[in-house]
């Protein structure tokens, strides 16, 4: 069991684990509890040392009951390091909340492996263009100010001009001159003319 503020309290995972077949949660018990760890983790401290107990205890054929998958780790490639020794020892991951057994196989954690690595990398390679300004950076236009906020004001209020016409030609969305400068033809409502 992995005890963390946001995830199942303790007595939801005991439930859960009593309901997969487990009775015996004394201290000899072969139950293993995480309590939450402390904001900050002291370098060469184990945050999780229940788990890391359960993976040295593992043999070939156990099986591995958690309340649900988030219980195995936090982040993928921890969850993907505990699948890969629960593998190598032999054993499988029942998860009571999906009710479904897993057992990791070897070739499948090498090639999940590869694939993260392949995004990790290919994320690196388009930072690094966006960087040397090879790519065009994502996100919003820049904000209308001084002199192309007064003219964009101007074109608004030309009843000639077209929302779409006037956005197009100060380089903003509708949308943004709409909440700069209310409905078009009209004063924004409760904001006064600055002189």
């Given at each position: 069991?992995?005890?963390?503020?946001?995830?199942?309290?303790?007595?939801?995972?005991?439930?859960?684990?009593?309901?997969?077949?487990?009775?015996?949660?004394?201290?000899?018990?072969?139950?293993?509890?995480?309590?939450?760890?402390?904001k900050r983790i002291?370098?060469?401290?184990?945050?999780?040392?229940?788990?890391?107990?359960?993976?040295?205890?593992?043999?070939?054929?156990?099986?591995?009951?958690?309340?649900?998958?988030?219980?195995?780790?936090?982040?993928?490639?921890?969850?993907?390091?505990?699948?890969?020794?629960?593998?190598?020892?032999?054993?499988?991951?029942?998860?009571?909340?999906?009710?479904?057994?897993?057992?990791?196989?070897?070739?499948?954690?090498?090639?999940?492996?590869?694939?993260?690595?392949?995004?990790?990398?290919?994320?690196?390679?388009?930072?690094?263009?966006?960087?040397?300004?090879?790519?065009?950076?994502?996100?919003?236009?820049a904000a209308l100010?001084?002199?192309?906020?007064?003219?964009?004001?101007?074109?608004?209020?030309?009843?000639?001009?077209?929302?779409?016409?006037?956005?197009?030609?100060?380089?903003?969305?509708?949308?943004?001159?709409?909440?700069?400068?209310?409905?078009?033809?009209?004063?924004?409502?409760?904001?006064?003319?600055?002189?």
């Amino acid at each position: 069991m992995r005890l963390d503020k946001s995830g199942p309290d303790r007595a939801a995972q005991e439930a859960a684990l009593r309901a997969a077949g487990l009775n015996d949660f004394g201290a000899d018990g072969p139950v293993y509890v995480d309590l939450p760890p402390p904001k900050r983790i002291k370098p060469g401290v184990d945050p999780l040392p229940g788990r890391t107990l359960l993976l040295r205890a593992l043999q070939g054929g156990d099986d591995v009951a958690i309340h649900s998958a988030a219980r195995l780790g936090a982040t993928r490639g921890d969850v993907l390091a505990v699948l890969g020794a629960i593998g190598e020892a032999g054993a499988a991951v029942w998860d009571c909340q999906a009710g479904e057994a897993v057992k990791p196989h070897p070739e499948a954690l090498a090639m999940i492996r590869f694939a993260e690595r392949a995004e990790s990398q290919g994320q690196q390679e388009r930072a690094a263009k966006a960087r040397r300004n090879i790519t065009r950076r994502a996100g919003p236009p820049a904000a209308l100010t001084g002199k192309k906020l007064a003219a964009a004001k101007v074109a608004w209020g030309d009843p000639e001009k077209a929302a779409r016409q006037v956005a197009e030609e100060c380089g903003a969305s509708v949308r943004t001159l709409y909440r700069l400068f209310g409905p078009k033809g009209t004063p924004v409502f409760g904001r006064k003319e600055k002189p």
